[in-house]
């Protein structure tokens, strides 16, 4: 480490990763010091913490492999009960729910293009083994659900948080739904879902709208929600539960996907929240439950993947650097740093730290899915077999 007055020191037992940083200012030190959460994030976007050997993956490496973020004998944790208390009392309404969502995800689709799959899936896909790649991950997790949802011919399908279209699309044209709406607050998605829509020729069965959550009307035999519910807020969990309950039919099924903790609760990383995922929050299981079993479903299945995000994150890393030049004329230097920050620190968070996806399924009964897992094995056989067909007939 080399201080802004030119001091160099060496901490460690020289192991791997080596990371060289410098301060610019002695002002960063000290800032760094008194709120790191929040400070190492824009110290490192705004230059003024520059890494001079190694990377910013490479720090966040050496800060969290041997303590797993644990904070609790730091003045800090403190300082985290204070942000937890506020949080629960912070709601997203409907209004600031669509700034929340334009945030991040109404930024140029040019960029999203450069670092997902083709089908623009953003988020937690599912790998066999860490090497395979990113797009069969992505297809795998699309079959993993469509399995759980157990979807059959003429079901009508809600899927909460649609992003560009791409579930929504597989859902109906591989897994064999009747019809499927999707609702998204990001206008940038929603012109891409609806011309993907169209293009595909599923344009009467597949509906896109610009529409919160809370507003959505009618009854629906399937309903999914994949990477929208860390925006939701804990003080609206019971209002998403007891909305999802109206909207799901006596003998429906809904799976909800999410990134969620294995620890206590304790509130977003302020650099996160404040340039990246505004108004968001990652739930534990203990959060989830109570606003579940209030809201009368029934939880029929959970399964946490653990380290398929921490791959996925780090295809999407390695893909924003290799189209490094791309993004800096989309946006500039600065905006680079901030993205490749917020990948570095989302990817450690699942390797270092207690970050996992939560898969919940649930229904209206306890009878409406089969008693064992065995089903979903052999749907996910049929489904690749579906798209088998597809492939062929496309081709």
């Excluded at 996907?257 to 929240?273: A, E, F, K, L, M």
């Amino acid at each position: 480490m080399t201080t802004s007055r030119g001091q160099r020191f060496a901490f460690g037992d020289e192991g791997e990763p080596k990371v060289a940083i410098r301060f610019t200012d002695a002002a960063a030190q000290l800032a760094l010091c008194l709120n790191p959460e929040l400070k190492l994030g824009e110290l490192y976007m705004d230059g003024r913490l520059v890494i001079e050997s190694g990377s910013i993956y490479d720090l966040l490496q050496l800060v969290l492999q041997d303590t797993h973020g644990e904070l609790d004998d730091l003045p800090l944790h403190r300082i985290r009960k204070i942000r937890t208390w506020l949080q629960l009392r912070h709601e997203n309404d409907a209004s600031r729910s669509k700034r929340n969502v334009a945030h991040h995800y109404d930024l140029d689709g040019r960029l999203y293009a450069l670092f997902l799959d083709a089908d623009r899936q953003y988020s937690c896909a599912y790998f066999d083994t860490p090497d395979t790649s990113l797009e069969d991950a992505q297809l795998a997790k699309k079959r993993h659900i469509a399995a759980k949802l157990l979807v059959e011919p003429g079901h009508r399908v809600l899927d909460i948080g649609s992003g560009w279209g791409g579930l929504g699309l597989y859902l109906t044209r591989i897994a064999g739904a009747g019809s499927l709406k999707g609702v998204t607050l990001s206008e940038e998605q929603l012109a891409v879902s609806r011309k993907r829509a169209a293009e595909a020729g599923l344009a009467e069965r597949v509906h896109f709208e610009l529409e919160d959550y809370r507003a959505t009307t009618g009854s629906f035999d399937r309903i999914v929600s994949v990477g929208m519910f860390e925006h939701v807020g804990v003080s609206s969990y019971d209002t998403y539960f007891q909305t999802c309950r109206r909207l799901l039919k006596d003998d429906g099924v809904m799976l909800l996907h999410t990134i969620g903790r294995t620890g206590t609760p304790y509130p977003t990383n302020p650099w996160i929240d404040r340039y990246i995922f505004p108004g968001g929050h990652l739930p534990t299981l203990s959060e989830l439950m109570p606003a579940i079993e209030r809201s009368g479903l029934v939880v029929t299945d959970v399964e946490i993947l653990r380290l398929h995000y921490a791959y996925t994150l780090k295809a999407w890393r390695e893909r924003c650097h290799a189209h490094r030049e791309e993004i800096v004329r989309l946006y500039d230097e600065r905006f680079f740093r901030m993205w490749d920050c917020y990948l570095a620190m989302s990817e450690t968070a699942f390797r270092f730290q207690d970050a996992v996806v939560f898969q919940v399924q649930l229904a209206r009964r306890n009878d409406v899915v089969p008693v064992t897992r065995d089903y979903i094995p052999h749907r996910e056989d049929q489904l690749k077999r579906a798209e088998e067909r597809s492939a062929k007939t496309a081709a």
